[in-house]
T-cell receptor, first 114, second 111 residues
């Protein structure tokens, strides 16, 4: 699976958009970009994933550059409850039995400031 | 709430002992994965079970073993505990293959 690079930490004012970048310059054509987050003392939570088109769900938007070498997770109106570690993970689509393995890095610690 | 529960919440063991951690998945989730998370690090994949068979393993020694049961529950067993085994242990279950649902974890301390 391709390696990802994320900033160690970021701050965002409450109510503003939080834009979390991720670099995955060695991504292959069949690899997806996944985002998970982990709020303190809880298990990771799935946010969103995409291949090459921009994706949006009730939690966030995922913007993937045309060359797919980087992406940005956008939380449109950050709240204090969005304070967490955000993990960007790249991996191939899963087609075998069971499910894929997640390879977590250290992620980005997002602090939402009142 | 993910519908995935783990027990116990916290556990203290002595080096050399054995421990069993438990996970209860959502009904219908036929795949469960276990992860180890050391303090300040991201979770590391231990192994995965699919329909009660081991279906992949990370870089962990054989003293880490598991079981998955037909009632969507599973166990992680660790023998001969070492101090470095102190960590948060997470289980994650899924049925679709793309979204994994994590439990809250078990905090294991080895003294």
């Amino acid at each position: 699976d391709a390696k990802t690079t994320q900033p160690t930490s970021m701050d965002c004012a409450e109510g503003r958009a939080a834009n979390l970048p991720c670099n995955h310059s060695t991504i292959s054509g069949n690899e997806y970009v996944y985002w998970y987050r982990q709020i303190h003392s809880q298990g990771p939570q799935y946010i969103i994933h995409g291949l090459k088109n921009n994706e949006t769900n009730e939690m966030a938007s995922l913007i993937i550059t045309e060359d797919r070498k980087s992406s940005t997770l956008i939380l449109p109106h950050a709240t204090l409850r969005d304070t967490a570690v955000y993990y960007c993970i790249v991996r191939v689509a899963w087609s075998g039995a069971g499910s894929y393995q997640l390879t977590f890095g250290k992620g980005t610690k997002l602090s939402v400031i009142p | 709430e993910t519908g995935v529960t783990q027990s116990p919440t916290h556990l203290i063991k002595t080096r050399g002992q054995q421990v069993t951690l438990r996970c209860s998945s959502q009904s219908g989730h036929n795949t469960v994965s276990w992860y180890q998370q050391a303090l300040g690090q991201g979770p590391q994949f231990i192994f995965q079970y699919y329909r009660e068979e081991e279906n992949g393993r990370g870089n962990f020694p054989p003293r880490f073993s598991g079981l998955q049961f037909p009632n969507y529950s599973s166990e992680l067993n660790v023998n001969a505990l070492e101090l470095d085994d102190s960590a948060l242990y997470l289980c994650a279950s899924t049925d679709t293959g793309y979204e994994q649902y994590f439990g809250p974890g078990t905090r294991l301390t080895v003294t």
